[in-house]
């Protein structure tokens, strides 16, 4: 057995460089390794969607980087023609925010898993956020350690059977989306596998978003929790059991929208019926705020009595941010180094010299 | 009354020591009593001791801080091991530091600090200055505080809480006074120090010259001391540093050197910290630092750096080192370019954070699951480091590997004269950045006559290529689980570090010398200096240091059994004398200790003794 199959070497172009602009296709951001992962998960969806929305960013493969975790979404990156690193467990973000701070040429993206990203590496998530490094972060959620064969993850339901959880899981998952706007996130987005329309447009939101902007994506596991998220894309239910947030629209859902989200008197949110409230009554999404607190809020509206789960962008509210403007600084200080200002470096303020007699004398 | 009214008698050699509680600024005044001593063309070295706790209860054992310099008009090695003078700035400082006095040697004491509470917090039932049990040495009970509030006595705007903190700087210019040391550049730094705060410096430039006054008026002293121009010292510039500005001057160097952008992350560690406040400094070089979420974070933004292209470095210290290990193993599978700095402290866990030890040696060498060989270089003296680091980093680049870099909190600490190095001289470190082919396909893992891959950084179209933890095949880089693939995998990456060109291990011998003292890292000044008071005796001896621990110099088994006798002495317990056994199959002697201090000239020469 020889080592064909995923292939880490660039793929041949063999084509000099084009004369006129040049023009990018969804060809151009696939590598000629073979996808393994299996049958009808939903990983194969968002790769489809992520190298098909490449070329409209217009950032060629070869100033594009993909760090990827352990995990089924880690192996993400040997699928892109791109450069990539697939590192350690829950490290993706570490390792992409160093190489973004060497880079800022770049444009660097992390593919995690809901284990990868908010249990192992969960410190390194939220610093990342936390310091709004430019990274597009894709968190691959399926609620389920699938690679480990089948053990519950940090994001798996309370009292979920798994082989690590026969007797159900005792943990409260965590809400990703919550979470990250706890670490002050300046763009947190939520999206299904399945969707067509939907994720490509979050993609596309993240890119142009200056800061860190991270994205969680509804992910099937066919083989460990298959159907986790089939009441948001089944017909029948996804209309009750869905909600698309977009900015500058009243928050409806169900059949014909009759449900709405309303803010009370006190700040709490609620579902009502809008024909009982009015359409003037429902709250309006606005991504835009700097405050996150009605961002956490809508967040946890899956929880409400009659609640459904929201996706879309839950915040986009840049930060201002000289970062920028210091990695410039110091990449033209680099430039300009040169030998001579490494000796004034070496000899610092306080000097000696001692001539061949040995005699010193203070300079 | 003049200083010329005293005698002064010249000296070859003299250690002082400075102690006093942590809050008394004895680090301070021990840098600036070293400036000063530079500044005359002395030879010196210095040994700082300071507690882990920032401010232990002031007055107690557990505050004391102390800071050790030997000087001398010849060539030294170590900070030394006995102080000719100690100056105790209070009773704790006195039963911490006595002990380490031979007959004879000078206590300078801060009497105003002997008071009955001060005395009962550091243990004293009868004051030492006046019960008789100090009678072996030379006291000398001067009033610092009070001559220090005198000096500032009336000085508008001079508080009386500056005033007290000033009297180690009236120590500072006894001292001064007492070894013939004009103070200028300790004046001048006080100037820069404090020239947002007057009177501050007021206070303390009073201080200082009621200190040297004191030293011509009083009786209590009527000899003087100097120690000429060190005179068996090469030619040049000379500076003085401790370990952890020449790592960090040899890093810039690296970066100069190479063309590549310097990127240290790391995360706050004793006593590895010191490195990041000194890079964090360099902007004007393009040093880019960040302080990372934790250890692991630290390599990885490292790595991530060096993937992009840069010159990636992470420094820590023991517990660090437990956290970094997965990381570094990614880097050995990945086959970039890193340094990871290891200033080790005394472990195991938290052990003792500021006291210095050897031994992460085998952590260095097998700390990681897998067959994960890299190269591991050490530095041997402070001013060393700035070699250390730049051999390191030529390393790293050329081989394409992480590279481990064994410092320690004493040379991190310690300081001692350096001759600067001529830029122009410097060896250049030639990256070889992996341009884009044109046609044909990108092999990642296709190999060089060194044995190393391709570097090939983001930007380059043509050369995208994907890498990770996964077992590669060679040369595509693609995943590969087949077994003849993993065995040849496992032996190129051995056979790469193998392989790595290090200088020859140099012998300092004896012709008819029959035993052989072998060192790693910072015990070289400590052996060579009881190799040196051997020789004095009439003693026939040889020594070697190494520099390289992996791969071992070539000639390394070779002068091995040249000697009969074989003593390889270290700061753990057996660490390398475990590696050489292993690799050379010899009836190798150890001397292994792990008290967290530097090894003591006097005890290396003992062990010599008891073996000639």
């Known amino acids: ?363 | 009354m003049s200083s010329a009214a005293k005698p002064i008698e010249e000296l070859e050699r003299v250690i002082v020591r400075f102690a006093g509680d942590s809050g008394d600024g004895m680090q301070l005044v021990g840098g600036r009593f070293t400036d000063v001593t530079a500044v005359l063309g002395n030879d010196l070295a210095t040994l700082p001791n300071f507690p882990a706790e920032i401010r232990a209860p002031a007055g107690t054992l557990a505050g004391v801080s102390s800071f050790q310099i030997h000087f001398a008009s010849r060539e030294i090695l170590t900070p030394g091991d006995a102080p000719n003078v100690l100056v105790a700035m209070n009773p704790a400082a006195l039963k911490a530091n006595v002990s380490a006095l031979e007959r004879g040697a000078t206590i300078i004491a801060n009497e105003d600090a002997f008071t009955t509470r001060n005395l009962a917090k550091a243990g004293y039932e009868t004051n030492p200055l006046e019960d008789g049990s100090l009678e072996a040495h030379v006291v000398r009970r001067i009033p610092m505080t009070t001559l220090t509030a005198r000096a500032v006595e009336g000085m508008a705007e001079v508080s009386t809480r500056d005033g007290m903190r000033a009297k180690n700087m009236f120590a500072l210019g006894l001292l001064c006074w007492l070894y013939d040391r004009p103070t200028a550049v300790a004046e001048s730094w006080l100037d820069k120090k404090f020239a947002a705060n007057k009177p501050a410096l007021e206070a303390n430039l009073a201080a200082l010259r009621a200190g040297w006054a004191f030293g011509e008026t009083t009786e209590l002293i009527d000899h003087r001391y100097t120690v000429a121009t060190a005179h068996d010292v090469a030619p040049g510039i000379y500076r003085t540093v401790n370990g952890t500005t020449a790592t960090a001057l040899g890093l810039v160097a690296a970066s100069e050197r190479s063309g590549l952008s310097l990127v240290l992350a790391s995360y706050p560690i004793t006593p590895a910290s010191e490195l990041l406040h000194e890079l964090a400094r360099h902007r004007s070089a393009g040093v880019r630092t960040i302080q990372a979420e934790d250890e692991i974070a630290a390599a990885g933004m490292a790595l991530g750096a060096a993937f992009g292209g840069a010159l990636g470095v992470t420094a820590t210290s023991g517990p660090g080192m437990d956290l970094k290990a997965e990381t570094i193993g990614l880097a050995v599978m990945l086959e970039l370019p890193m340094i990871v700095i290891d200033v080790q402290r005394a472990g195991p866990s938290t052990g003792m954070p500021t006291k210095t030890e050897q031994s992460d040696l085998l952590m260095a060498m097998y700390g990681r699951h897998g067959e994960s060989p890299l190269p591991i270089v050490c530095a041997t003296t402070p001013s060393q480091c700035f070699d250390a680091a730049l051999e390191a980093a030529r390393i790293a680049i050329r081989y394409r590997t992480p590279v481990i870099l064994l410092t320690d909190l004493f040379l991190a600490n310690s300081s001692e004269p350096w001759l600067i190095p001529d830029v122009t001289k410097l060896p250049a470190i030639d990256p070889q950045l992996a341009r884009a082919n044109g046609s044909g396909t990108f092999a990642p893992y296709a190999r060089n006559a060194d044995q190393a891959r391709p570097w090939a950084i983001p930007g380059i179209p043509g050369l995208e290529h994907r890498i990770g933890g996964i077992e590669k095949s060679q040369p595509s880089g693609g995943i590969s689980y087949d077994p003849e693939n993993h065995q040849l995998m496992t032996n190129q990456r051995k056979a790469k570090v193998a392989g790595i060109e290090v200088a020859a291990l140099e012998v300092d011998a004896d012709p008819d010398a029959e035993l052989l003292v072998i060192g790693w890292g910072s015990s070289y000044g400590t052996l060579r200096t009881a190799v040196r008071r051997i020789r004095e005796g009439g003693g026939a001896i040889a020594h070697a240091q190494f520099r390289n621990l992996n791969p071992l110099p070539a000639n390394t088994g070779e002068i091995l059994r040249a000697y009969p006798r074989v003593l390889v002495a270290e700061m753990n317990d057996g660490q390398l004398v475990k590696l050489l056994r292993s690799e050379f199959l010899l009836d190798l002697e150890s001397y292994a200790v792990t008290q967290g201090r530097p090894l003591l000239a006097a005890e290396m020469e003992r062990e010599m003794l008891s073996r000639l």
């Open chain 1, 1 to 363: 057995m020889s080592a064909s199959g995923t292939n880490g070497a660039a793929k041949t172009n063999g084509t000099a460089e084009p004369s006129g602009p040049r023009v990018l296709t969804k060809a151009d951001f696939q590598s000629d390794a073979e996808t393994r992962w299996c049958p009808g998960c939903g990983d194969y969806a968002v790769l489809a969607a992520v190298q098909g929305f490449l070329p409209e960013v217009g950032v060629p493969p070869e100033r594009t980087v993909f760090v990827s975790g352990i995990g089924c979404a880690g192996r993400f990156s040997y699928y892109m023609n791109t450069y990539g690193v697939h590192g350690i467990h829950g490290r993706a973000p570490a390792l992409a925010s160093g190489l973004a701070a060497a880079r800022p040429d770049l444009s660097v993206w992390v593919v995690s898993g809901d284990g990868d990203a908010l249990s192992i590496g969960g410190n390194h998530l939220i610093h990342a956020l936390r310091r709004d490094v430019p990274l597009k972060i894709l968190l691959f959620n399926n609620r389920i350690y699938g690679l480990t064969k089948g053990q519950v993850s940090p994001t798996s339901e309370r009292g979920k059977v798994t082989k690590s959880t026969p007797f159900g899981s005792p943990d409260e998952p965590f809400n990703p989306v919550a979470l990250a706007l706890g670490a002050g996130a300046t763009f947190v987005a939520r999206t299904i596998d399945r969707d067509k329309h939907h994720l490509p447009a979050m993609l596309r939101a993240a890119v142009a978003h200056p800061g860190a902007a991270l994205i969680e994506i509804y992910q099937n596991c066919p083989v460990y929790n298959d159907g986790a998220f089939d009441a948001l894309t089944e017909k029948d239910t996804r209309d009750d059991a869905l909600v698309m947030l977009e900015h500058g629209q009243p928050i409806r859902f169900g059949a014909d929208g009759k449900h709405g989200i309303v803010r009370r008197a006190d700040g709490d949110l609620e579902v009502a019926e809008v024909a009982d409230v009015g359409e003037n009554a429902l709250l309006v999404h606005d991504a835009h705020r700097t405050d996150p607190s009605l961002a956490f809020a809508l967040s946890q509206i899956g929880e409400l009595d009659g609640g459904a789960t929201p996706i879309g962008i839950f915040r986009q509210s840049p930060r201002a941010s000289d970062a920028a403007a210091r990695t410039a600084e110091l990449s033209a200080a680099r430039a300009s180094f040169t030998a001579a200002d490494l000796a004034k470096l070496l000899h610092g303020s306080n000097t000696w010299s001692v001539g061949a007699s040995g005699a010193g004398a203070e300079r």
